[in-house]
């Protein structure tokens, strides 16, 4: 699933690329509905925070019903957020998670995980 592109932006690198093929693959973060799921730009791909450009790995797997409640015409991050009584970066916490403990057995070996700056820049943001 996949929705039409926004805006052009700066295009994901090869890193960025395989970390949106494995969030791809991943359950829905909110309800937990089987992938493959919708790769969210949580907070759109050009976000920057403290000189970090964190667009590319602020993603977040959604299902199509969850996705509903964020993208438009009906949605909006702020709807999502109430319905989900979750800060962005604490669902994209545990999508990090998620994939690092797919890797720590032995699944999806490949898959990059975000640079600790990256990391950083997005959990304190804190939304
Ligand atoms: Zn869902």
Redesign the pocket.
């Known amino acids: 699933m996949q929705r039409p592109r926004s805006k052009t932006t700066k295009h994901a690198n090869t890193k960025e690329r395989s970390f949106a093929k494995h969030t791809k693959e991943c359950d ?1 973060i ?4 089987p992938g493959p799921s919708i790769v969210d730009h949580a907070l759109g791909a050009t976000f920057k925070h403290n000189k970090v450009h964190a667009g590319h790995w602020y993603l977040l797997p ?2 199509y ?2 996705d509903k409640f964020k993208s438009t015409p009906n949605g909006s991050t702020a709807r999502f957020i109430d319905m989900t009584g979750k800060r962005l970066c604490d669902l994209w916490g545990s999508h990090i998670e998620n994939l690092k403990s797919l890797k720590l057995n032995g699944l999806c070996d490949d898959v990059d995980l975000p640079p600790q700056d990256v990391y950083d820049s997005i959990m304190d943001w804190g939304r």
């Open positions: 829905c909110v309800c937990g509905q959604l299902c019903s969850c």
